[in-house]
């Protein structure tokens, strides 16, 4: 099969979509498909062709939202070349830049459109109305969404039973959704494929002893994370157990926010900002860690879970629907609502080295389910749909058309 995969973000741009689409791009290879991508250019403002030509990167003006970028030039060019591609089926990731270009294409050269919607929009309305009219900002970005969810496209794709309730719940949408949650390269982030070198090289590098007991964050530094619940339970609990080290890997607009909150409750010993780095590093990262630790209701999936376990670490996850398929409480990790759950159950794994042995025995064990033979698979089947139904209505024109030409 050729596939076009349409993202507005893409590596070496890391963030949660962008590891989404190049573990489905690998997978789909891995299983003998041919896959294509047209993306944003985000060095220049200049066309350019990757990979024997696999890969175009348009030019895109910056949002003004972390580094995201938007295209609406699409010239002949680029029209043409990806006409050559001759693709099977489009999978769009994105609702707006190119996956508008998406749209034009998939119409264009009568090609099903599959969509992955990854990002509640709801959650980030603030970020452009800075806090003005956030109802009537909603309303419009619910219009959008249904507008270019369900009327454009043929096949729709969400990664948890969460985001596929808000469409079928709150938005009311009448038409099939699939449920896939993205896969991983689990082998990645095992201990047994980790430079213990470099591992150990990172642990000096940032003051961690061997003793020490990491609770991680991987993720964007923004407050819609709730970063600001980690860092106050860990201000509770570090006098207790000055071998607590809270670890904080990514960048964001509000890293400055929380560097100063960190140094106000004078963390600076123990709670550590290592930045953006390198996606081919990350694993090493989770293999520090004791836990992995999120208290953020914004995620449609939260792949640094997956991550996490896939690396033997039990994960402490606030009680949100995006997680509720992955952290099974007591099995592979716990749930908690409220700081004093939270602060309960890590003292729990503190104090109780045969618990927590036992919980990354299992976590591990819990992250095999998310591998990428399984992700492709299901991705595959609604490819295979979308290409069908497509047919289908062809084969319903043509029918139609043959009879009214007999009535003429």
Known sequence: MRIGLFTDTYPPYINGVSTSIIMLKKSL??????????????????????????????????????????????PIRVVNKIKKWNLDVIHSHTEFGVGTFARI?????????????????????HYITKGHFDTA???????????????????????????YDLFKSKYKVDRDVHI???????????????DQKLLEDKRKEY?????????????????????????????????????????IVGDGPDK????????????????????????????????????????????????????????SNPVLAI???SFANVVIDGYNGYSFKKKQDYKKKLELLLNDSNQLKLLSKQAFTSSEKHSLRHYASSVLEVYKLAIRKKSNKKGLFFKLKGMFGKGK
Do not use: W
């Open 29 to 74: 290879e891995q299983k003998g498909h041919q896959v294509f991508v047209v993306t944003v250019n985000d060095e220049n403002m200049k066309y350019k062709y990757e990979n024997d030509n696999k890969i175009i990167r348009i030019p895109g003006i910056p949002t003004g939202i972390y580094d995201y970028r938007l295209t609406g030039i699409y």
């Open 180 to 194: 896939i949650p993205t896969g991983i390269d689990t082998l990645v982030f095992h201990k047994d494929n980790i």
């Open 105 to 125: 294409i998939a119409k264009q050269f009568d090609i099903p459109l599959v969509h992955t919607y990854h990002t509640n929009y709801e959650d980030y309305v």
């Open 319 to 321: 009680l949100d629907e």
């Open 137 to 163: 900002s909603k309303k419009i970005v619910e219009y959008l969404t249904l507008f270019l969810c369900d009327k454009t496209i043929t096949e729709l794709i969400v990664p948890t039973k969460k985001t």
């Open 256 to 311: 400055e926010h929380f560097e100063q909150l960190v140094i106000k409750n004078k963390l600076e010993n123990s709670v550590i900002f290592c930045g953006k780095v390198p996606l081919d590093s990350v694993p090493i990262y989770y293999n520090m860690a004791s836990v992995f630790a999120t208290a953020s209701t914004t995620e449609t999936q939260g792949l640094t879970v997956i991550e996490a376990m896939s690396a």
């Open 207 to 247: 003051g961690i002893r061997k003793d020490d007991f990491v609770v991680l964050f991987v993720g964007r530094i923004a407050k819609e994370k709730n970063l600001g619940f980690l860092i106050d339970c860990h201000s509770d609990l570090v006098g207790k157990y000055p071998n607590l080290k809270l670890l």
